[in-house]
């Protein structure tokens, strides 16, 4: 079993900042893939930023630039620093983990990031 615990949700004006962390704990060593995915009202869930074990981080367009992913495998967490926050930014943001990228995915509970004034 693998759980996933995420925090640093909140509200802020566009162009502020906020840093999401997300700590992954039970049966981990083969969770070779993190990332974190996000979920806007009436949308699908899409990926932001992930990356494989040993590899670089992978970024959705819309995000290049202003997110930056960080993962620490000895620690097993994986954070998000968003900057320059914008209102279509605004979602419920999923930390992920799996085996690998077409792996059954482990969620966590979600936690809400709302970019607007």
């Known amino acids: 079993q693998v759980r996933l615990v995420e925090s640093g949700g909140g509200s802020v004006q566009p162009g502020g900042s906020l840093r999401l962390s997300c700590l992954v704990s039970g049966s981990i060593f083969s969770m070779n893939v993190m990332g974190w995915y996000r979920q806007a009202p009436g949308k699908q869930r899409e990926l932001v930023a992930a990356?494989?074990?040993?590899?670089?981080?992978n970024y959705a367009d819309s995000v290049k630039g202003r997110f930056t992913f960080f993962r620490d495998n000895a620690k097993n967490t994986v954070s998000l620093q968003m900057n320059s926050l914008k209102p279509e930014d605004t979602a419920v943001y999923y930390c992920?983990?799996?085996?690998?990228?077409?792996?059954?995915?482990?969620w966590g509970q979600g936690t809400q990031v709302t970019g607007s004034s």
């Open positions: 990356s494989m074990r040993g590899g670089n981080a």
């Open positions: 992920n983990a799996g085996a690998g990228w077409n792996s059954r995915p482990y």
